[in-house]
Nanobody, 115 residues
Framework: QVQLVESGGGLVQAGGSLRLSCAAS????????MGWYRQAPGKQRELVAA???????NYADTVKGRFTISRDNAKNVMYLQMNSLKPEDTAVYYC?????????WGQGTQVTVSS
């Protein structure tokens, strides 16, 4: 059973930074694509960034140049470094992993950016 646990969310002022972590219960070396999603109140969940098993990243246009996704297979952790945060980045952030044809989600971590 794959379990994903996010951490690192919190309250930050606009222009600030946060680093989110997604810790997996097992080895992520065999995981396929992993990603970060977010859901703001009243809005649909959306993809923020994804990273392939080979480390190739992909970003939503709204976060390009500000966010960086990475994964440390040795530590079984995926990260999202978020810089130059904006109030519109406020949302619950979820990590997702594709493993052996199945999708798994974490429970989410709240990010709030004040203006």
């Amino acid at each position: 059973q794959v379990q994903l646990v996010e951490s690192g969310g919190g309250l930050v002022q606009a222009g600030g930074s946060l680093r989110l972590s997604c810790a997996a219960s097992g080895s992520i070396f065999s995981y396929n694509t992993m990603g970060w999603y977010r859901q703001a109140p009243g809005k649909q969940r959306e993809l923020v960034a994804a990273i392939t098993s080979g480390g190739m990243p992909n970003y939503a246009d709204t976060v390009k140049g500000r966010f960086t996704i990475s994964r440390d297979n040795a530590k079984n952790v995926m990260y999202l470094q978020m810089n130059s945060l904006k109030p519109e980045d406020t949302a619950v952030y979820y990590c997702r992993a594709f493993v052996a044809g199945r999708s798994y989600w974490g429970q989410g971590t709240q990010v709030t950016v004040s203006s």
